[in-house]
T-cell receptor, first 113, second 118 residues
Framework: GNSVTQMEGPVTLSEEAFLTINCTYT??????LFWYVQYPGEGLQLLLK?????DKGSNKGFEATYRKETTSFHLEKGSVQVSDSAVYFC????????????FGTGTRLQVTL | GAVVSQHPSWVICKSGTSVKIECRSL??????MFWYRQFPKQSLMLMAT?????????EQGVEKDKFLINHASLTLSTLTVTSAHPEDSSFYIC??????????????FGEGSRLTVL
């Protein structure tokens, strides 16, 4: 079946540091890939997505590139802020009316001053 | 657009009572909604898929008589935790997908409902 593997957290960084959160997946064909973010006490919200190989999703300074050859979708940001502290979830699905979203276990990011 | 709202955002109940959580799509019609349970260590577990006008599809290991799901309209799905016990305490999150037709795979999530059973 499909699965998503994320690096274990928590990840603790100082403000303005470079961020990478690794995500790899196991799936057949060409799934769509997503990063969702969950701020403290809130539900998940879509951060960015990519629907085909070599696509780069970007939003709020975060980026992730869909790498079919390495089955990866690593999340990066050049300079994190305290307000980026949250839990980040990598996920995949197939477009289609019956598709379910498969999540990774989430990676908690804590950014300090 | 594509806002999903849950109510209540938190609820405390006594053991043995039932609790209903509502999930509404405010500005779109959602033929499919999903219910997740989030455990303290943050992992998200899909409980069931709720389809408007039909019975929910439960994931393996989820008790359908314990977690009753009703999706009676295109904008409302409810999760009822029946005869709640302390081990049911958790953060429950619903999500919805935009209508039928072109499905990008993106889900829109509610704010979550924290249930504490005493």
């Amino acid at each position: 079946g499909n699965s998503v593997t994320q690096m274990e957290g928590p990840v603790t960084l100082s403000e303005e540091a470079f961020l990478t959160i690794n995500c790899t997946y196991t799936a057949t064909g060409y799934p769509s890939l997503f990063w969702y973010v969950q701020y403290p006490g809130e539900g998940l919200q879509l951060l960015l997505k990519a629907t085909k190989a070599d696509d780069k999703g970007s939003n709020k300074g975060f980026e992730a590139t869909y790498r079919k050859e390495t089955t990866s979708f690593h999340l990066e940001k050049g300079s994190v802020q305290v307000s980026d502290s949250a839990v980040y979830f990598c996920a995949l699905t197939y477009t289609g009316t019956a598709s379910k979203l498969t999540f990774g276990t989430g990676t908690r990011l804590q950014v300090t001053l | 657009g594509a806002v999903v709202s849950q109510h209540p955002s938190w609820v405390i109940c006594k053991s043995g009572t039932s609790v209903k959580i509502e999930c509404r799509s405010l500005d779109f019609q959602a033929t499919t909604m999903f219910w997740y349970r989030q455990f303290p260590k943050q992992s998200l577990m899909l409980m069931a898929t709720s389809n408007e006008g039909s019975k929910a599809t439960y994931e393996q290991g989820v008790e359908k008589d314990k977690f009753l799901i009703n999706h009676a309209s295109l904008t409302l799905s409810t999760l009822t935790v029946t005869s709640a016990h302390p081990e049911d305490s958790s953060f429950y999150i619903c999500s919805a997908r935009l209508g039928t037709g072109a499905n990008t795979g993106e889900l829109f999530f509610g704010e979550g409902s924290r249930l504490t059973v005493l």
